[in-house]
């Protein structure tokens, strides 16, 4: 698995939904962690931190409606976005209507062609370098397709973990990430790498960032870990 797939969470408790949806998120690059009902989809969303969450209306006990109230009032996991799956049109209405905070509604039966397209507009705002875009941060470019990063339009020398931290950073600037989350996204869940690891690569950014001059861009946050800006 790449470590830098985007993540979605889908939330249904309809064992063959839940296998369609599976099924095709994979087949458009994403990783896929399932849940059966809202409490293991709130579970899921701190151990996971998925980029998107696919979340349908209709779960027992909890419903969708209320995972997407919580998840929207948590600071952190706020601007993750949510695509609700609703039966009918007048749920969507009444979603509308409740500001939950969804990003996205789908009515049931869908069309998954409409639904994966959805999921990739919501792919962009959530991680624009995974959908291919470019990523601007003041003097900073960096081009996710070429993987080509300029700075004050001089091209800078990265290696690979090192785009991939900056990355990382650049599609989020001033979010703080600890070095646990920069493992897992730059590195992978999957590979045991000490965190000091992390240390000497944000280092190397560093030098790679300023080998024309300027200033460091990242911050060391005391306690917590790393930030762009
Ligand atoms: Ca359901």
């Known amino acids: 698995m790449a470590a830098d797939q985007p993540t979605v969470l889908v939330v249904e408790d309809e064992a063959a ?6 099924y095709n998120l994979e087949a ?54 949510i695509i609700m799956l609703s039966a009918r049109s007048e749920e969507v209405d009444r979603v509308r209507g409740l500001e939950t905070g969804a990003d996205d509604y789908v009515v049931k039966p869908y069309s998954v062609i409409e639904l994966m397209a959805r999921v990739r507009a919501q792919l962009r705002r959530a991680r624009p370098a995974a959908a291919g875009l470019r990523l601007e941060y003041e003097d900073i470019v960096l081009d996710s397709e070429t993987h080509r990063v300029t700075r004050g339009s001089k091209p800078l020398k990265l290696g690979p973990t090192e785009f991939r931290l900056l990355t990382t950073f650049m599609e989020k600037p001033g979010r703080v990430w600890s070095r ?15 965190t000091r690891t992390v240390d000497v690569h944000i280092g190397r950014l560093r030098k790679a960032l300023c080998q024309h001059g300027g200033n460091d861009p990242l911050r060391t946050v005391r306690g917590a870990g790393y930030a762009l800006g």
């Open 180 to 194: 646990e989350q920069l493992l897992d996204r730059v590195w992978g869940r999957d590979i045991y790498v000490d």
């Open 28 to 81: 458009e690059g994403f990783r896929v962690t399932r849940a059966e009902n809202g409490e293991e989809a709130l579970v899921l969303i701190d151990e996971e931190s998925p980029d998107i969450i696919v979340l349908d209306w209709m779960l027992p006990n909890v419903s969708g409606i209320e995972v997407c109230r919580q998840i929207k009032t948590r600071p952190e996991t706020r601007s993750v976005p």
């Open 17 to 22: 939904q839940r296998e369609v949806l599976t």
